[in-house]
């Protein structure tokens, strides 16, 4: 008999994977939130042993075809496994130039790079954005110019998470300065240690070093470096990722720093009553209602894709209110915590271990990074609404 | 009704601006503010032989003895730096507290050094516990023959890194109001001052272990033994509106520094100022940064005319001020995008600021309550006359 509810429920196959992945996280990450590390080489050595574990389950890329390293995780498997991970602040699993290897890469480009990433052996950095090219990214003006059989590359970049750690990076730059901006985009990767790629730490307001500004002066990359064909390198880079865009890792990470304060109002926090007047009750099951809806439409975005269906404002849906779910919820913690919530972690008198503190602060550039809240707008005006362009 | 600024205060606002675009640039600011103190030379001293320091000491004891309008105008133009250090605490609050409990020696012996800024003087006030108001003072001070012994810790003493002297309120008895004050020394013996790691660098533990104070340290002599909260109070209702102005002139500079990227900053072809979400930002940015402003100047104006029901107005001008402050830096930063998460840009230490004072001379929690137990007990037709 068909059936004639909706069902919110997990089967026995997700749920027998849920406790796998649960065990695997409270086992491996043993605490901290990922996305918090102010002390970044200690942050560093836990991540990278971390992913190696994760490779050794074939998690690390778990959305790969198994011929590449992968599981063929389905959509709901990747989203369960992003979930679990969010709740102990553990990191996911990774995306990008993996995926776009596999679909423009040339056959040794994939038997090179693409084994040694979903074994943890090589950590990418990722060359997009420019200091004249956020939002506006198909301007960017880092130049390409062929010389023989190779390219020389000249330019900036900036926001290069892990650059400073990373063996190679991906980089998109101008083959064609004539061309309309998005068809004069080429696709390059180069290993770091390249001569005259130099990386500079940028700092960041809560104190982490996560980001770069990447320099490149005369650097000569191969022409088999590049990934897909000279000039189509945006449309390349903007390939339709088939893996989970559901977004519920945030929402698991407000849920996950909701119950933190809860646990530690409950336990006795210095200078914090346990007692919340009424504002500071009605401000914590906001929280918690931003919390439930984020994940439900995280939820929604993962169904649709396993349904085959491509979510388009539905992932920037989540992506936007999830990011200022975040920080809302830093907000609503510093104004409950008083001056305990603004002493960093390593502070006598901190509370939480500092984590508000932190995340007061590293939330801002939540709703900046990977397509500003005003992007997503549009995406969702547009895309998902109908309306007209402005 | 006039709003504009008399000329002596265009004067103080244009004099610090000088200092501010030659004496002490954004780029140095930024550097001090990952040290501990955070007051480089010229940031104190300059102030000082400029005679910002005594604008709240009587000219008999080497001040000027300037209106709170006068001294606002002058930290809203420091905000606007935001020029770090003991500024307030020692130049602002500490006179003021002196001037309404102090006896007339302990002026002299105090006040003409703190308008030389030869000594630096705080409040310690909070404890671990953290609460404001009289029933946050819970450590006692313990008489010990003509001496009184300290134990305990003040916790978040803004300054308390660098000040020469502490202002510190303590319980001498179980009645709510029942505080004294006492100056006691920094260096004394059993006085441990830890500076905490938080956004704001300047607010400090401090650890009093079996410290021993003379009973002239009592502020106000035996007359206020217990009896120190209501002249406490009189200088907090003065103080803090200045240092509200000192977080309008914050709000002002990352709504200057918004309108001005909006018009330099381009991307797809226009400047981002074009983007109506860019605009409304820079819109709600003003609306609170006009209401901090507005409602900080009424209640300066209601102190400075002896107008009643100023605490109301203080209490009201807190809690714009403190939401509006930290709203503003919130909508600079979507203005700003990534450059304004770089600590070397110079927005964040309007954030980190901004942040810091949001719980500074009581959280908006205790304001609201303030001031809707002082609303409640106002006849209706006198809240409109005043």
């Not at chain 2, 953290?130 to 001496?147: F, K, L, P």
Request: glycine fraction near 10%; hydrophobic fraction near 40%; charged fraction near 20%.
């Amino acid at each position: 008999m068909e059936a004639f509810t909706m069902d919110f429920g997990w089967n026995e196959e997700e749920l027998a994977f849920r406790e796998k992945v649960r065990d695997f996280v409270h086992t491996n990450w043993g605490g901290g939130d990922i996305e918090e590390e102010g002390d970044e080489a200690g942050a560093w050595e836990r991540l990278r042993a971390y992913q190696k574990e994760m490779a050794k389950q074939g998690w690390l890329t778990m959305a790969w075809p198994k011929e590449y390293g992968g599981q063929a995780a389905s959509f709901m498997e990747q989203m369960i496994f992003a979930e679990e991970s969010a709740l102990v602040g553990a990191p996911g699993s990774q995306g990008l130039v993996g995926p776009t290897l596999m679909i423009h890469g040339t056959e040794e480009q994939k038997r090179e790079h693409l084994p040694k990433i979903a074994n943890a052996e090589t950590v990418w950095a990722q060359g997009y954005s420019e200091p004249g090219s956020g939002s506006d990214l198909a301007s960017l003006q880092t130049r390409a110019v062929r010389d023989g059989d190779e390219f020389v590359l000249n330019g900036q970049k900036i926001w290069t998470s892990g650059a400073h750690h990373a063996d190679w990076i991906h980089v998109l730059t101008r083959t064609d300065p004539d061309a309309p901006k998005h068809r004069g985009i080429s696709y390059f990767m180069a290993p770091m240690d390249t001569p005259g790629i130099t990386v500079r730490p940028l700092e960041q307001m809560h104190g982490a070093h996560g980001f770069n500004e990447t320099f490149f002066e005369d650097v000569r990359v191969p022409a088999k470096n590049m990934i897909g064909e000279e000039n189509r390198g945006w449309y390349v880079a903007t390939t339709t990722l088939d893996f989970e865009r559901s977004g519920v890792g945030r929402a698991a990470a407000v849920a996950m720093s909701l119950g933190a304060l809860l646990d530690g109002l409950a336990e006795g926090l210095e200078g914090s009553s346990a007692e919340l007047n009424g504002p500071q009750r009605h401000a914590l099951a906001e929280w918690k209602m931003e919390a439930e809806v984020g994940r439900i439409i995280g939820y929604r975005v993962a169904w649709m894709q396993s349904q085959g269906r491509v979510p388009n404002y539905e992932a920037s849906m989540s992506k936007v209110f999830n990011t200022e779910s975040t920080q809302r919820g830093a907000r609503r913690a510093i104004n409950i915590l008083g001056l305990h919530g603004a002493l960093k972690p390593q502070s006598a008198h901190s509370v939480l271990d500092g984590r508000f503190c932190q995340l007061y602060m590293s939330s801002v550039a939540r709703t900046i990074a990977a397509g500003s809240s005003e992007i997503q707008r549009n995406v969702i005006a547009t895309r998902g609404l109908g309306l007209p362009r402005g | 009704m006039d709003l504009a600024l008399t000329e002596t205060q265009q004067l103080l606002k244009s004099s610090v601006e000088d200092f501010l675009a030659r004496g002490v640039t954004r780029e140095a600011i930024i550097e001090a503010s990952t040290s501990p103190t955070r007051t480089t030379d010229p940031m104190w001293r300059t102030p000082a032989e400029l005679g910002w320091l005594g604008m709240a000491v009587p000219e008999r004891f080497g001040g000027s003895e300037a209106s709170l309008t006068d001294i606002a105008v002058l930290f809203e133009a420091l905000g606007h730096g935001p020029l770090p250090g003991p500024h307030f605490s020692s130049g602002v609050l500490s006179p003021l507290i002196l001037r309404e409990a102090a006896t007339e020696d302990q002026q002299a012996e105090f006040l003409p050094r703190i308008a030389t800024g030869d000594i630096v003087v705080t409040l310690a006030l909070t404890e671990p516990e953290w609460d404001w108001g009289a029933s946050a003072v819970q450590m006692r001070a313990d008489r010990s023959g003509d001496e009184f012994v300290l134990n305990g810790t003040k916790l978040f003493v803004f300054d308390g890194a660098v000040a020469d002297q502490l202002i510190v309120a303590v319980r001498s008895g179980d009645a709510p109001e029942a505080i004294s004050l006492l100056m006691v020394p920094a260096s004394a013996p059993g006085v441990s001052v830890r500076p905490l790691q938080g956004w704001n660098t300047s607010e400090a533990a401090v650890t009093f272990e079996g410290v021993r104070v003379p009973s002239s340290a009592l502020i106000g002599g035996s007359n206020l033994e217990g009896a120190a909260w209501a002249p406490l109070e009189r200088a907090l209702l003065q103080a803090t509106p200045v240092l509200c102005a000192y977080s309008v002139g914050g709000a002002q500079a990352v709504y200057d520094m918004s309108v001005q990227y909006s018009r330099e900053r381009k991307q797809f072809g226009q400047p981002i100022g074009r983007f109506q979400f860019v605009q409304n930002h820079i819109v709600q940015l003003v609306n609170h940064l006009d209401g901090a402003r507005w409602t900080t100047f009424e209640a300066l104006w209601k102190l400075d005319a002896g107008r009643p029901n100023a605490d109301v107005s203080v209490h009201l001008a807190k809690l714009t001020t403190a939401e509006g402050y930290v709203q503003a830096t919130n909508y600079a930063h979507e203005v700003h995008a990534g450059v304004g998460v770089m600590h070397e840009y110079g927005l964040t230490l309007f954030t980190r600021t901004a942040r810091s004072l949001y719980h500074a001379l009581g959280g908006p929690r205790w304001h609201r309550k303030r001031l809707g137990e002082l609303l409640a007990a106002l006849p209706v037709e006198a809240e409109a006359a005043s």
